[in-house]
């Protein structure tokens, strides 16, 4: 069965800073992995996918990520955290249709 | 293009009560989902339909029965609402079934109350 883990339940930099969010998958063959995005009583949006090629793949609003197959990560970067940024993160893995969340990923951006 | 659509966006039910949740999507696509989030919990998914005519259980199924009506819409319903039920429920959809479509797209939710 495939399974996402997010190790960090709160995250917390400065606007400006860089910011990595981490998630590890566990599934059998090449997954479909994708990062999305929660802002407060909204619905989730995706942010960025991975299916093939490029390890690293970018998405909207600057952010980008690195599927590393040897590590089963698929950790999320972005260069300069702006304060519209505090949101909530998951990852998901994506196989027959269906997809398997992580428990997400708080992120709060400090002024 | 409105997307997923759920509706309603909070309810009140008290213990007993039952209640629908309606969702629909103009996307043209064959997969539908129903998540429900709970704090600290992720996303976890109640019941999915693969394609018009077919539903299948997810991982908390139980409390909980959907109907696929058509293409469009997939309604989720509580037949005896229990506290335990208290969630945000998020309705989703994907093309699915072909290389690259496997995004879900996802509605807005519906925040339910069970006193």
């Known amino acids: 069965a495939q399974s996402v883990t997010q190790p960090d339940i709160h995250i917390t930099v400065s606007e400006g800073a860089s910011l990595e969010l981490r998630c590890n998958y566990s599934?059998?063959?090449?997954?479909?992995l994708f990062w999305y995005v929660q802002s407060p009583g909204q619905g989730l949006q995706l942010l960025l996918k991975?299916?093939?090629?490029?390890?690293l793949v970018q998405g909207i609003k600057g952010f980008e990520a690195e599927f590393k197959r040897s590590q089963s990560s698929f950790n999320l970067r972005k260069p300069s955290v702006h304060w519209s940024d505090a949101a909530e993160y998951f990852c998901?893995?994506?196989?027959?249709?269906?997809?398997?969340f992580g428990d997400g990923t708080t992120l709060t951006v400090k002024p | 293009n409105a997307g997923v659509t759920q509706t309603p966006k909070f309810q009140v039910l008290k213990t007993g009560q039952s209640m629908t949740l309606q969702c629909a999507q103009d996307?043209?696509?064959?997969?539908m989902y129903w998540y429900r989030q709970d704090p600290g919990m992720g996303l976890r998914l109640i019941y999915y339909?693969?394609?018009?005519?077919?539903?299948d259980k997810g991982e908390v199924p139980n409390g909980y029965n959907v109907s696929r009506l058509n293409k469009r819409e997939f309604s989720l319903r509580l037949e005896s609402a229990a506290p335990s039920q208290t969630s945000v429920y998020f309705c989703?959809?994907?093309?699915?079934?072909?290389?690259?479509?496997?995004?879900?797209?996802f509605g807005p939710g519906t925040r339910l109350l069970v006193l």
């Open positions: 989703a959809s994907t093309l699915a079934g072909v290389l690259g479509t496997e995004t879900q797209y």
């Open positions: 599934y059998g063959a090449t997954p479909y």
């Open positions: 991975y299916f093939s090629g490029d390890t």
């Open positions: 998901a893995v994506a196989s027959g249709g269906k997809s398997t």
């Open positions: 996307m043209n696509h064959n997969s």
């Open positions: 339909s693969a394609s018009e005519g077919t539903t």
